[in-house]
């Protein structure tokens, strides 16, 4: 049975910096695609960006491109979000994903096969 843990995000103020987690168990050894996925308040969900995390390959879609940096752990099938110069407007919940491999670049939320538990990220002016 696949679980997708996430650990992380909090409260910071405009300009500050967190880092989310999110460590994939049950998946087996194939291939598999991890993504990032933000829902702010009256939106839908977007994704941010993604990656394989055993060729080390990412990909970033618009609303994750400049201040998000997907990052690939030490860990067996660990990645990271690293999120920097946070603004409000970056306020909600940010949820990690497998995504479908063959649509792993386009980190659509409408591929994802497995959901982690969401994490709440505010950042306040």
């Known amino acids: 049975q696949v679980h997708v843990v996430m650990s992380g995000g909090g409260s910071v103020q405009t300009g500050g910096s967190l880092r989310l987690s999110c460590v994939v168990n049950?998946?087996?050894?194939?291939?598999?695609?991890i993504g990032w996925f933000r829902q702010a308040p009256d939106n839908e969900r977007e994704g941010l960006a993604s990656?394989?995390?055993?060729?080390?390959?990412?990909y970033y879609v618009d609303s994750g491109k400049g201040r998000f940096t997907i990052i690939k752990g030490s860990a067996k099938d660990t990645v990271y979000l690293q999120m920097e110069n946070l603004k409000p407007e970056d306020t909600g919940t940010y949820s990690c994903?497998?995504?479908?491999?063959?649509?792993?670049?386009?980190?659509?939320?409408?591929?994802?096969?497995?959901w982690g538990q969401g994490a709440q990220v505010t950042v306040s002016s």
């Open positions: 994903a497998t995504i479908l491999p063959p649509r792993c670049p386009s980190v659509q939320r409408t591929l994802v096969n497995y």
């Open positions: 049950g998946y087996g050894s194939t291939q598999k695609c």
């Open positions: 990656m394989f995390p055993q060729s080390n390959k990412s």
